[in-house]
């Protein structure tokens, strides 16, 4: 069964920092690779879906990348501001699962202060 | 303006007490899932639907059912044989393998009286 780590846990830095969240997974087997933020008692927002024939993508301030031969990835967060304090989940389609199926992590809870 | 809608965003369950979540979609997805999320804890799938009147179990589908009458809504029943029932509940489709996106509902909160 595919098992999905996340770490820090939790990480706090100052507004402007540029800072990595780091995702591995056990089996390299995946079809995809998602980000998502979510805020307090909210749903799931996803921020990038890497394909498993893709080594990263970028929107805006975000890029992450994915290395399947060794299962990680990171999700890079550049100039960090205040609004970025979220958690944020690592999740991966697994190729023995249903499609669409997705394994999550617990997350990095990230603060940004100003 | 599309999208997923869950309801109630709180609920309480007494002792006993079968309870309904509703979610209800208008993106024209075929597959939609049900995770719940604990505190400090990763998502973890309680069923799943890819088509109408077809459902499957999770990894931790015990104590919950589920029904896909209609292709738009996926209800998810906690019955009284789920003893540990408080968390977050987040329904969610799928875009299809074109696109692989996941999107999620805002959750409902479940809490034991």
């Known amino acids: 069964k595919q098992e999905v780590t996340q770490i820090p846990a939790a990480l706090s830095v100052p507004e402007g920092e540029n800072l990595v969240l780091n995702c591995s997974f056990t089996?390299?087997?995946?079809?995809?690779l998602q980000w998502f933020r979510q805020d307090p008692g909210k749903g799931l927002t996803s921020l990038l879906l890497?394909?498993?024939?893709?080594r990263e993508q970028t929107s805006g301030r975000l890029n992450a990348s994915l290395d399947k031969s060794s299962g990680r990835s990171t999700l890079y967060i550049a100039a960090s501001q205040p609004g970025d304090s979220a958690t944020y989940l690592c999740?991966?389609?697994?190729?023995?699962?249903?499609?669409?199926?997705?394994?999550f992590g617990r997350g990095t809870q990230l603060t940004v202060w100003p | 303006d599309g999208g997923i809608t869950q309801s109630p965003k709180y609920l309480f369950r007494k002792e006993g007490q079968n309870v309904t979540l509703s979610c209800e979609q208008n993106?024209?997805?075929?597959?939609m899932y049900w995770y719940r999320q604990d505190p400090g804890q990763g998502l973890r799938l309680i069923y799943y639907?890819?088509?109408?009147?077809?459902?499957q179990k999770g990894d931790i589908a015990e104590g919950y059912s589920v029904s896909r009458e209609k292709k738009e809504s996926f209800p998810l029943t906690v019955t009284s044989a789920q003893k540990n029932p408080t968390a977050f509940y987040l329904c969610?489709?799928?875009?299809?393998?074109?696109?692989?996106?996941?999107?999620f509902g805002s959750g409902t909160q479940l809490s034991v009286l």
């Open positions: 999740a991966v389609g697994d190729r023995g699962s249903t499609l669409g199926r997705l394994y």
């Open positions: 089996d390299s087997a995946i079809y995809n």
């Open positions: 890497i394909q498993s024939s893709q």
């Open positions: 993106l024209n997805h075929d597959a």
């Open positions: 639907s890819q088509i109408v009147n077809d459902f």
């Open positions: 969610a489709s799928w875009t299809g393998a074109t696109n692989e996106k996941l999107f």
